[in-house]
């Protein structure tokens, strides 16, 4: 009985592994240090804000629903943020 709850939680746990793997890969588009905008729209198709706090670098913020921007919404692929 312990082989086959040992056999079950490494066949879940390697599931798990392999379907996370199988997700398209999160290429990180960063802007160029150039960018001054306050709106960046990724190649990929992921729309972002530009922000900073005093004395900090640049940070990019993913935007959930950019239409008014005219970009689609965000899905899985895109990342929460980007370092500028």
């Known amino acids: 009985m312990k082989l086959i709850f040992a056999l079950t939680a490494a066949t879940l746990t390697f599931g798990a592994v392999t379907a996370d793997a199988q997700v398209a890969p999160r290429t990180l588009m960063t802007p160029a240090?150039?960018?001054?905008?306050?709106?960046?729209?990724?190649p990929n198709g992921c729309?972002?804000?530009?922000?900073?706090?005093?004395g900090q670098?640049?940070?990019?913020m993913l935007i959930q629903n950019p239409h008014h921007i005219g970009g689609r919404n965000a899905t899985a692929v895109c990342p929460r943020m980007l370092q500028g």
């Open 57 to 60: 670098s640049v940070i990019w």
């Open 33 to 42: 240090v150039a960018q001054t905008g306050q709106w960046y729209i990724a």
């Open 47 to 54: 729309s972002y804000t530009r922000t900073q706090a005093p």
